[in-house]
């Protein structure tokens, strides 16, 4: 398996403008999370799915952010519109474990500068 | 709400032993995690610790006391590219299907 994928690697946008971040899990792993990192806040959860139905999304700081996994191989971030608090690395997991003892795959993250 | 402290960061000589430790505060515990991050990496597994003791794994060991809300992970035969950032993160009940990380260590390893 060639692990998680995220796209794009690097996004730079404006404030105000539409940003996607998107995530192909993992094939077979039941669980996909997306999370945040910044050197504020460290690791934050944002919204997590299982078998593609959003579970806890009390992590996604506002109504901006929005996320979808229509299907087992596909997840997207979006943000809409667009802040420079925003700026940061956007990683997309996968676990086939429910409590993360087998680990958590990350993917490579999408760094997201809003100017 | 669960917290988690650790070391912000640590230094030691190629082929020494470091232990970075962690303690936890949440409520219905299942396991600590540790995450290795090179700088401009992914977060990638290294251990998990349901119950008490040592668990090795290589150069890596972690260890965990559950009655201390404690654990550490233990690098022995330090190298170069250890060098990088370790989150503990803990998994709970109050959402056993996602982890709470640490703000992370970063261990520098010196020639």
């Known amino acids: 398996d060639a692990g998680v994928i995220q796209s794009p690697r690097h996004e730079v946008t404006e404030m105000g403008q539409e940003v996607t971040l998107r995530c192909k899990p993992i094939?077979?792993?039941?669980?996909l999370f997306w999370y945040r990192q910044t050197m504020m806040r460290g690791l934050e959860l944002l919204i997590y799915?299982?078998?593609?139905?959003?579970?806890?999304d009390s992590g996604m700081p506002e109504d901006r952010f929005s996320a979808k996994m229509p299907n087992a191989s596909f997840s997207t971030l979006k943000i809409q519109p667009s802040e420079p608090r925003d700026s940061a690395v956007y990683f997309c997991?996968?676990?086939?474990?429910?409590?993360?003892?087998?680990?958590?795959?990350f993917g490579s993250g999408t760094r997201l500068t809003v100017v | 709400g669960q917290s988690l402290e650790q070391p912000s960061e640590v230094t030691a000589v190629e082929g020494a032993i470091v232990q970075i430790n962690c303690t936890y505060q949440?409520?219905?515990?299942?396991?600590l995690s540790w995450y290795q991050q090179h700088d401009g990496g992914a977060p990638t597994f290294l251990s998990y610790?349901?119950?008490?003791g040592l668990e090795e794994t290589g150069r890596f060991s972690s260890f965990l006391s559950r009655s201390d809300s404690y654990g550490y992970l233990l690098l022995q035969e330090l190298q170069m590219k250890d060098s990088a950032s370790y989150f503990c993160?803990?998994?709970?009940?109050?959402?056993?299907?996602?982890?709470?990380f640490g703000s992370g260590t970063q261990l520098t390893v010196l020639p």
């Open positions: 799915f299982n078998n593609n139905v959003p579970i806890d």
């Open positions: 610790n349901a119950l008490d």
């Open positions: 949440t409520s219905g515990f299942y396991g």
């Open positions: 094939s077979g792993h039941d669980y």
């Open positions: 993160a803990v998994s709970h009940s109050g959402s056993a299907r996602q982890l709470t």
């Open positions: 997991a996968s676990s086939s474990s429910p409590r993360g003892q087998d680990g958590y795959t």
